[in-house]
């Protein structure tokens, strides 16, 4: 079955980088997601890769993907306050269904 | 462009009544989807619509859930009765292009 597994913790230095990491169990995946969650609001898409590419950049944020280990990270550079949320790892299961990770709290130390 | 609005924002009621959620997606988005998000919890999808017809219910807990999306255009998630364990974030997403899907601020609701 599908699984998405993520660190549920991680504390940065304002200005620096962050890097949330996220492992996924279903090789079939054709798309895998990155979703911000800030407090008592819904999800918003930050960014998407295709399983046949293996990084994606936008801005500040860099996505690899590791299809052998089916490893999954996502690379904020330059580390703002305004990035203090939790970040969601996700993987279409089929029909563009998503199974989503725990989430990995982000807290950007001033 | 309005993004996914839901309504209400929250709710509480006690255990063994029954509730309603809302939800309109953006307009011209053809796919609906309900997800129940657990405190400290991803979203697990409970429905998928496309259109007015059900592509995919069986994560839905049918006993208790009910879904519908008779014009193909807004929705209601409805619990009947409730139990505890219901107690979650209710979140609509509707999406065009199928892997891009666009959620609303959710509904938080309290099972006593």
């Known amino acids: 079955g599908e699984d998405v597994e993520q660190s549920l913790f991680l504390s940065v230095r304002e200005g620096d980088s962050s890097v949330i990491n996220c492992t996924y169990t279903d090789s079939s995946s054709t798309y895998l997601y990155w979703y911000k969650q800030e407090p008592g609001a819904g999800l918003q898409l930050l960014t998407y890769?295709?399983?046949?590419?293996d990084m994606k950049q936008d801005q500040r944020l860099t996505v690899l993907l590791n299809k052998k280990d089916k490893h999954l990270s996502l690379r904020i550079a330059d580390t703002q306050t305004g990035d203090s949320a939790i970040y969601f790892c996700a993987e279409d299961a089929g029909s563009y269904q998503l199974t989503f990770g725990k989430g990995t709290k982000l807290s950007v130390i001033p | 462009e309005a993004g996914v609005a839901q309504s209400p924002r929250y709710k509480i009621i006690e255990k063994r009544q029954s509730v309603a959620f809302w939800c309109n997606p953006i307009?011209?988005?053809?796919?609906l989807y309900w997800y129940q998000q657990i405190l400290g919890q991803g979203p697990k999808l409970l429905i998928q619509f496309q259109n007015n017809g059900v592509v995919d219910d069986s994560q839905l807990p049918k006993d208790r859930f009910s879904a519908e999306r008779l014009k193909g255009v807004d929705s209601t998630l409805k619990i009947q009765p409730a139990k505890l364990e219901d107690s979650a974030v209710y979140l609509c997403?509707?999406?065009?292009?199928?892997?891009?899907?666009?959620f609303g601020p959710g509904t938080r609701l309290t099972v006593l």
């Open positions: 997403a509707s999406s065009a292009v199928q892997h891009e899907q666009f």
């Open positions: 307009s011209g988005h053809a796919t």
């Open positions: 890769i295709f399983s046949n590419m």
